[in-house]
């Protein structure tokens, strides 16, 4: 399975629709990483440019692993809600 990889300036410039799709989200921050926050709930990230949001739900077997700092990468389904992009991670996994 090759999973397309692209950023979040791509992603808002690319008139064809990915919702629903398995997407790579590369060269990417998390905007609250402290330290101690978790990936538990609406996260912001960003890639310099533009913002998009990671969703990690309650009952995510991840959702107390420490939000990552530095440059990651997070793969997931993205959806749209409101002009926004969310991308909802499957395992703890998907953001290295």
């Known amino acids: 399975l090759v999973v ?17 799709q398995l997407v790579m989200l590369t060269n990417i921050t998390f905007t609250d990483a402290n330290g101690t926050a978790t990936l538990q709930g609406d996260r912001t990230i960003s890639d310099g440019i ?5 969703r990690t739900e309650s ?3 991840f959702r107390n692993r420490v939000i990552p700092a530095g440059q990651v990468s997070v793969t997931g389904i993205l959806i749209e809600e409101n002009g926004r992009y969310i991308i909802l991670p499957l395992t703890s996994e998907s953001i290295r």
């Open 4 to 20: 397309p990889s692209i950023t979040i300036t791509q992603l808002y410039n690319t008139p064809e629709n990915k919702e629903g």
């Open 50 to 54: 533009r913002t998009a949001t990671v």
């Open 59 to 61: 009952f995510a077997s």
